[in-house]
């Protein structure tokens, strides 16, 4: 695995993990890495310095792994409970909610895929939505 510092065509900077160099470049040209600040998928790497870690640096992330696992924990629950209780609409969300919000279609708990643009554009009409991290259900390494 590689960790690469990104920078987006909006000067958001932010880090991504992947398995070698080859990767990253097969998925950029792609367009399938996205600026996780604006959505943009103009991204290319940034400069980098080595990383060398002291005996204070491990112990920080010895806690922060422990904060990261409870947030996964948490987030895993969650999305437990939204697929329980909640029906999948897959890629037809925005004209799902669109429906639920213009009282053409009975209220309901609904979940699904929405690209950037469209949850913009929902929010521009006034629709509130919120963006979940999908955790996947797989045990960690």
């Given amino acids: 695995m590689i960790k ?25 040209k792609k367009k399938i890495i996205e600026c996780t600040f604006c ?4 991204v290319q790497k940034s400069i980098m310095s080595p990383s060398i870690v002291s005996k204070y640096q491990k ?25 329980k209780n909640f029906n ?18 009975k209220n309901k708990n609904i979940y699904g895929k929405a690209t950037f643009e469209e949850a913009e554009e929902l ?3 006034g629709i509130e939505l919120t963006t979940i991290p999908w955790i996947d259900n797989k045990k960690e390494n």
């Fill in 88 to 105: 999948y609409v897959g890629d037809n969300l925005p004209q799902e909610v669109r429906n639920i919000y213009y009282d053409k279609s």
């Fill in 4 to 28: 690469y510092n990104l920078k987006c065509k909006n000067k958001h900077e932010f880090e991504s993990w992947f398995s070698d160099s080859k990767e990253f470049e097969k998925l950029r």
């Fill in 123 to 125: 929010r521009e009409e």
């Fill in 39 to 42: 959505g943009t998928k103009n």
């Fill in 59 to 83: 112990e920080k992330n010895t806690q922060s792994s422990r904060y990261l696992k409870k947030i996964r924990r948490d987030l895993l629950k969650m999305r437990n409970f939204i697929e």
